[in-house]
């Protein structure tokens, strides 16, 4: 299975990397590599994440205020926001109604 960013969600991810890197350096790739685990742990078991909707779940991040919002598909995951939770919950709904590609 892949996975693939909504173009949103690439450019949140971006800019907390580049937001935890201005913070203290090397930390952006902390934050970078905790997304990625997030991500793969969502590969291996798309159905584990909270449901926030039919289509849609999140998977938390255990050391940054962050989740991972996405879709699971036949072959791929839509990866919809990289969303920091202390801040506008559910902004990312609106990219739930679009295409996938």
Not at 2 to 9: D, K, L
Not at 11 to 40: H, K, M, N, S, T
Not at 89 to 100: A, D
Request: aromatic residues 14%; hydrophobic residues 35%.
């Amino acid at each position: 299975m892949n996975f693939s960013f909504h173009p949103e969600a690439e450019q949140e991810f971006d800019e907390a990397v580049a937001y935890y890197d201005r913070c203290e350096p090397g930390l952006g790739i902390e934050f970078a590599e905790e997304v990625y685990a997030a991500i793969q742990r969502i590969i291996r078991y798309p159905k584990a994440g909270v449901q926030l909707s039919p289509n849609t779940r999140r998977s938390l991040m255990s050391r940054f205020p962050y989740g991972v919002i996405y879709q699971p598909k036949a072959d791929t995951v839509w990866i919809i926001a990289v969303a920091n939770l202390n801040r506008r919950p559910g902004y990312w709904r609106r990219r739930t109604s679009g295409s996938s590609s």
